[in-house]
Nanobody
């Protein structure tokens, strides 16, 4: 598993952005995938996860209803569509592959390098 996140950038508060994470390996479809974020000076936190088949899906309470995680196993890619972004959601966003379980308490052993999302107020 080799994960590469992209699509971050600068967006105004209230705006939308879609970030992506591609696995250059051959086993992407075998892993539940998650998105995490780490705001400046804070700890990394769970954002969303999706099972191998696309369901079930989990979201943190703070993003539920605004963010959508999806995956395309044919393209070895997981996406995070982020709508109604808030300034406090400025963070480095990381994708990760879980080797045990799914959801916020899964064991994520493979991580991408992160992509920076900056939300201006």
């Amino acid at each position: 598993v080799q994960l590469q996140a992209s699509g971050g950038g600068l967006v105004e508060a209230g705006g939308s952005l879609r970030i992506s994470c591609v696995d250059s390996g051959r086993t992407f479809s075998g892993y539940p995938m998650g998105w995490f974020r780490q705001p400046p000076g804070k700890e990394r936190e769970f954002v969303a996860s999706i099972s191998r088949s696309g369901a079930p899906i989990y979201y943190s309470d703070s993003v539920k209803g605004r963010f959508t995680i999806s995956r395309d196993n044919a393209k070895n890619t997981v996406y995070l569509q982020m709508n109604s972004l808030k300034s406090e959601e400025t963070a480095v966003y990381y994708c990760a592959a879980a080797t045990v379980g799914n959801g916020p308490r899964a064991t994520y052993d493979y991580w991408g390098q992160g992509t920076l999302v900056t939300v201006s107020s």
